[in-house]
């Protein structure tokens, strides 16, 4: 055979092997994985595993006594198990073996669920306090998650006005995480403050906590949330143009209730009324919509217990999607990524 035949042959073979389609990138097909009091055994891991999730959240949670109190308390004598230092070596270690990979995400609640976005000094003084309070408590979770060899940790969670009141302070803290973690960093935005972070360029992951109004309708079917995705999707898709940054769901999931579109970030118990297909079809919207875009990550379910027994899905409206028939639906959609 001539040279120019071989030449033509291999021009061929790499002409058809460009316009072929390309292999799907694995998705982060996560959980967030809620701590208890106790340590956790391998019939725990077995249902995440069953859902062909491959990453877990990790949240050991540091507390804020009010809104005015600008000391965060972390890793105390009443911290439940699962969200010490011990605790979540145990439980990333347990899910490891199994072949999950993790998201350490220590985040902050405040009593009585006053909203983090909200957090804000009265004085310079309160701010040092707060500031270096909160440089320990991420900062050991660092290291941590560097000793453990955590793929991803997330810096914060939906921390709006500390954002955006002290630049030069995250600048900092993020300097000082790169130094004694070698993983991927996200922070996980609230829906309505993604677009303001200003350091997003200083990450790896633009993190979203996923709670976008999509529709007013008590069962909202998959179209009606597909439609409303249309008024944030194209925003969030100019952030991978600006940033050139992957997107990932730091959470995502519906209540299963009436209306449980309209307003997905509402937890408090004065919702009622049971609709599983109110979330099934809200979170199918959200596959639909996100899975097979090649400039999305994946995402956190929000929210995967280790004990599902006390669940009745009969009385559970709640955000967990165990027992639940949006279960059968993450499991197959997971199974396809």
Known sequence: MSMKWI???????LLN?????????????????VASRDSIVEAHVEPVVDINANYAAIMPFGFIRDLNNPEVHYSWDRQWFGE??????????????SGIKIMLKPQLWISHGQYTGQI????????HVFEETYSSYIL????LAESLGIEIFCIGTELDLFVQNRGIFWDKLIAEIRAVYSGKLTYASNWDEYQRVPFWKDLDLIGIDAYFPLSENKTPTVEDCRLGWRKFKPEIEKMVDIYKKPILFTEFGYRSLDYAAREPWRSDRSLLG????????????????????????????????????WINPDENTRFTPQKKPAEALIRETFGSY
């Open 140 to 143: 050991g979770f660092a290291r």
């Open 274 to 309: 049971v609709n599983h297909q109110a979330q099934t079809n809200a979170t199918q919207a959200l596959f639909e919509e996100f899975w097979d875009e090649p400039w999305f990550a994946g995402g956190f379910i929000w929210k995967w217990f280790h004990d599902s027994k």
């Open 17 to 33: 092997s460009c316009s072929m389609t390309p292999p799907a990138v694995e998705k982060i097909n996560g959980l967030s994985f």
């Open 120 to 127: 804000e000094m009265n004085n310079e003084e309160d701010w």
């Open 7 to 13: 030449i033509k042959i291999l021009f061929l073979v």
């Open 84 to 97: 010490t230092p011990e605790g979540v070596t145990q439980y990333v270690k347990a899910l490891n073996r």
